[in-house]
């Protein structure tokens, strides 16, 4: 289990970034909470939920010059936005051009994406064919049976390609737990950062090696509350650090746990237990620690001295309502000292701040006596098992997993490719190149949540307990006893 930031047994800390994003061995934790996009149908087309696209047609099954036909992609905003940019390179990479590749839209938050995949499947429909699915609640679909075994519907140089190359944190979130088979592809790996105003921390006295140190070293949650109150008050902004605390899936598998971790709380004792055993493991999250997790919170917010860290409160209780839409567009509009938000908001705030005087700094998030502590995120292609068109599906996965695709997401939708061998391209890349270091950091230090097939339920009890205690509906201590009592008597059930 974690111990700091500097010296952590977690399976990903103390790796180069590269290495963090190829070669980790976390189980399937990963948790997009607001990167992708699940979308929905268009009858006799093949569906993809986040826009990911290819599949490779097998012995027995048409051609490609045979494939034709609609698929239709259940994506996202950006995805639809940009759907012309996309469709481009996924027939340059092999999708026939009979295929009318569809990018829809979806809703934002991660629940409700896995809410309305479930009423698909339910209802045995057969859109959407493909779907971009949170990488952090795919595994209950793929111990159902409610997605289609990869392994046995794609070539076995494809399925090999995937696991050779991708991420395999990632891989592993869209592999059945039981056979190995895989299910899901990678489609983007995710984790979050603090976004910063660099010339708000200048006009009170911070220089360019303070930006420096910060992007590999993290300062604590102290330290970093006392000087966003101070660039708030020197500064025309509204709002000091902005994060996302509304009663939805990424306060319990993000927000939260990386307040819990840092202050040395876990939800099973330690990450060596986040997967199970269910009913065999400790339930750890109503200790001291786990309530100095939500009072560090609620201190952020509050500011009145509960967590054991001196921390102003530099947070608005409307924290308390926001997901992670609410906050981008907040702080890319100038009205934020600093913002947590995940790695495709970097490129929003540069873009957004170009041509103005706001300067963007990007920093790991602040540390605990635990050290500092980022959950991980990102999304995986799955195809539906009703799809009534699979072969022009699996053109679209063997597309969507080519290197000029994952290079054409970063460049439009900012989203960090699913292969270590294009990290270069990132470092060099002109939007995130600068912002490396601080993606390294994060990446060498993750924390997945625990994913199992309980977890939806437990997920949703963490969420509501811990909304109310950062609304005062209830103490930090009553919040952790409930979520405890609670939480024990699903894991005994189960």
Known sequence: MPKDSQGSSSSVSRRRFIQAAGAVGVTAGLAGCGGGDSTTESGGETTSSDGQTGGGATTGEPSGDEISGKVSVFAGKVWNQNEEKFTKVLHEQGVPDSVDIQLNSAAQQTGSKQQRLRTQINAESTDPDLVLTDNGWTIPFIARGDLVNLTETMS????????????????????????????????????????????????????????????????????????????????????????????????????????????????????????????????????????????????????????????????????????????????????????????????????????????????????????????????????????????????VIKAWWSDAMHKKQLDVANYMPPKPSLYDYVKEHPTYGPYFKPLNYAAENLMPRPTTSVWPTESTIIAKQVNAALTKSKSAAKAAQQMETKIKAIENQA
């Open 156 to 395: 076995d140089d494809f399925i090999s390609q995937v696991r050779e190359e991708g991420v395999q944190s990632m891989v592993q979130t869209g592999e059945h737990p039981e056979t190995g088979d895989l299910y899901s592809i990678p489609v983007f790996p995710d984790f979050p950062t603090v976004q910063y105003r660099k010339d708000l921390f200048k006009e009170v006295g911070y220089t360019e090696s303070d930006f420096q140190q910060w992007q590999s070293n993290p300062i604590g949650w102290d330290k970093f509350s006392n000087i966003v109150a101070e660039a708030k008050q020197a500064g025309d902004v509204e709002y000091g650090h902005v994060w996302q605390g509304k009663n939805y899936g990424g306060l319990s598998c993000c927000t939260f746990n990386e307040f819990l971790t840092s202050m040395g709380g876990y939800f099973f004792g330690g990450e060596d237990n986040l997967f199970g055993p269910i009913g065999a493991r400790p339930v750890t999250i109503g200790d001291e620690k786990a309530i100095d997790g939500i009072e560090l919170a609620r201190d952020l917010i509050y500011g009145e001295g509960e967590s054991p860290m001196d921390v102003k409160g530099v947070s608005p209780k409307e924290v308390a309502g926001w997901i992670e839409p609410d906050t981008k567009s907040i702080f890319e509009a100038q009205n934020a000292v600093t913002q947590r938000n995940w790695t495709y908001a970097i490129g929003g705030a540069a873009n957004k701040f170009e041509g103005t005087d706001a300067e963007l700094g990007v920093m790991p998030l602040p540390k605990g006596p635990n050290g500092s502590w980022h959950a991980q995120g990102g999304w995986i292609l799955s195809m539906n098992p009703y799809s009534d068109n699979k072969a022009a599906a699996k053109e």
